[in-house]
């Protein structure tokens, strides 16, 4: 009797969990979908996942001049290759590589010495620094973009790559983070190093960096994750100039410079832009869910 | 500890960008608000609290707060509850647990404004795939029957569903009546898991005995055992929950921008967007900074209010 009442709830809490999978899976299955299938496909709703894969003729290639032979492929070749020819894709992707592996570097390089000092470092005023971090976590970042705006095109710096990267150099967050990790770091470890003659430059870069790997990449999964899909911010300074964009913000003028029934190659374009994280999520589940909620400040 | 110079050179960075990037800046938000400063203007007036006085009276700002509050009102309580069902679906299943939590915290990865994209075609209301499929139920008389309740005894055409299948279905992200609700259904689909996880953390530090102990008093059904044990130990976590949504969902613009760009009829005019329209767009800084300090101020009070809750409640 016990077996099957607990036969039954399994098989009640699998389906009301199933159902939440399908909403939530449902704008990736389409996104996926609809960068395979034709327009054609796509404004009739027919057709499944993949779609037929009928040959059919790109119009833009025959009105272009080309003879028609040349214009005839599959929708997914002709989605794909549209989006890479229509938007300049790859800039943008190498861009917001660029980018977010800048901030990520600069955040550390600044975060982690700062975290070793409130740590391990007795000196005056540690108490008032630490306490300015602690008041800082409390500004969220998004809520003071149009002040930095102003300062950053005071200085001639809006669009350009520093306006990009500067703001996000500081990472409270990060140093926090750190500090509380170099915290359970037991100073023997300091004392050993400082025996040998390390200067207190070398402890940072040779002996707290890598004790700190584990912190380091929970705090870098946050930074890159956050940073590739911020829009907010570069959606601020850099108005126009296509060769500056991420790739969030790239997807976005492509979507208003879209005429109508671009479906397909605005869909491939959006899967190429999220699919790198969805991917390497999956690979690495575990940690990037410590990664980013460990955080939560965001 | 031995004297060292080094730790000027430690701190020094991060002190004086902390001041430069972050402290500053609420600074020259707060004076700005007080001014009528435009970006290419060489001078500009001190107005004094006219903006704020602005932000207050005027319809339009009226719409914002009302905006903003509807959506943190709409999304807060449902990705909470939302969250914190499907981490107690997920942590007593025998099997499955990993796949649908790494399914339910997929959104929270993926670039929000690529899939706000997505889910504008899904939503689109000629091709779009959501009304397709709400349209396909008119026609079967067992789904029409169940969404327009006529097997309650109600009349069908009475009801929302059965209404729409003889007029039309909504314009979802176009119609001022739906497009907040739409945008927060977004932010729902995109957080939820994001609680969801916190609260998994959650439950793995209730500790077991508490179960055992409650199974003695007699506390058999697993709604006692939530009453009785899960709810009050989640305590802590349901404070942290609660504020992190909050203000997450206060700083909402991705969707808003992309796909309603604050309209209909200002109904998605929430505050982050209508701070970048005034300030970015229409250059109309001191308004934008005086929006910017009454956000700040909401976050802050938030952020209080969960400093108190968790003082105040942390310890059992």
Redesign the interface.
């Known amino acids: 009797m016990m077996a099957r009442a607990n036969w039954l709830g ?1 098989f009640f ?2 389906s ?2 199933l159902a ?2 399908v ?6 299955y ?2 996926l979908s ?1 960068s395979l299938k034709s327009p054609h496909e ?2 009739a ?1 027919v057709g499944g996942f993949v779609g037929s894969q009928e040959i059919m003729t790109d119009q833009r290639c025959v009105k272009a001049g080309n003879p028609e032979e040349d214009c005839k492929m599959r929708p997914i070749v002709y989605n794909y290759t549209a989006a890479f020819k229509e938007a300049p894709l790859v800039r943008y992707m190498l861009n917001g590589v660029f980018i977010t592996v800048s901030i990520f570097i600069i955040q550390v390089i ?2 982690l ?2 975290a ?3 740590s391990k ?3 005056w005023g540690r108490d008032v ?1 630490f306490g ?2 602690i ?2 976590l ?14 950053l ?1 005071k200085v001639g710096l809006t669009n350009t790559y520093g306006a990009l990267i ?2 996000w ?2 990472s ?1 967050f990060g ?1 926090f983070l750190m500090r509380q990790f170099f915290m359970t770091v037991p100073d023997d470890l300091i004392d050993a190093a ?1 025996m040998d003659g390390m ?3 070398s402890i ?1 870069w040779q002996v707290m960096l890598p004790t700190a790997i584990p912190a380091l990449l929970a705090f870098g999964i946050f930074s890159v ?1 956050a940073h ?2 911020d ?2 911010w570069p ?2 300074v850099v108005t126009g100039n296509k060769d500056l964009m991420t ?2 913000l790239g ?2 003028m492509f ?1 208003s410079d879209m005429d109508g029934n671009e ?1 397909g190659p ?2 491939a374009a ?1 899967t190429v ?2 699919m790198p ?2 991917i390497v ?2 690979l690495a ?1 575990r940690r ?2 410590e990664g ?2 460990m955080t ?1 400040m ?1 | 500890m031995r004297k060292s110079r080094a730790h000027y050179w430690f701190i020094g960075p991060a002190v004086a960008l902390m001041i430069l990037l972050l402290i500053m800046p609420v600074f020259v938000a707060a004076t700005l608000s007080m001014t009528d400063y435009s970006l290419g203007n060489s001078s500009f007036n001190w107005v004094g609290i006219e903006n704020y006085e602005k932000l207050f009276s005027r319809r339009s700002y009226q719409k914002m707060f009302s905006a903003s509050l509807t959506y943190v009102l709409l999304v807060v309580p449902i990705s909470v509850a939302l969250g914190l069902g499907s981490a107690l679906l997920i942590s007593s299943l025998r099997f499955g647990g990993e796949m649908y939590k790494a399914v339910f915290f997929l959104p929270v990865m993926a670039t929000l404004l690529a899939m706000a994209i997505v889910w504008e075609f899904a939503l689109n209301p000629i091709v779009g795939v959501v009304n397709d499929v709400l349209r396909s139920g008119c026609d079967k008389s067992l789904v029409y029957g169940l969404l327009s309740g006529s097997w309650l005894g109600y009349e069908p055409t009475t009801s929302w569903y059965g209404a729409a299948c003889i007029k039309k279905f909504p314009l979802w992200l176009g119609d001022k009546q739906y497009a907040l609700g739409t945008i927060a259904f977004i932010g729902i689909w995109q957080g939820f898991g994001f609680n969801m996880v916190l609260y998994l953390a959650g439950l793995t530090s209730v500790p077991r005995e508490l179960y055992h102990a409650a199974h003695m008093d007699g506390a058999d059904s697993a709604w006692e055992r939530f009453k009785l044990v899960t709810w009050p130990m989640l305590g802590p976590t349901n404070v942290f929950v609660i504020t992190i949504s909050s203000i997450r969902s206060f700083q909402v613009f991705d969707t808003v921008e992309a796909l309603t760009g604050g309209g209909p009829s200002k109904s998605t005019y929430v505050m982050v967007y209508a701070m970048f329209e005034k300030g970015v767009k229409q250059n109309l800084l001191g308004i934008g900074s005086a929006i910017t300090i009454v956000f700040l101020a909401f976050v802050l009070i938030l952020t209080l209010v969960q400093v108190y809750f968790v003082n105040r409640r942390v310890h059992y």
Request: charged fraction near 10%.
């Open positions: 399994e809490k699998h009301v969990l939440g999978a909403v939530v899976l449902l704008p990736f389409l996104m609809y796509i404004e709703n600044v975060a010495p700062c070793y000092a409130l470092l007795r000196f620094v300015m971090v008041f800082c409390l500004i969220p970042v998004h809520a003071i973009a149009l002040p930095l705006y102003i300062m095109a500067i703001p150099s500081i409270v140093i400082r200067s207190e430059f940072v994750v590739w899909n829009y907010y959606r601020i790739p969030p997807l976005r979507k479906y605005m869909m959006t832009i999220v994280l969805v999520f999956l589940q990037f869910i980013i909620t939560g965001k």
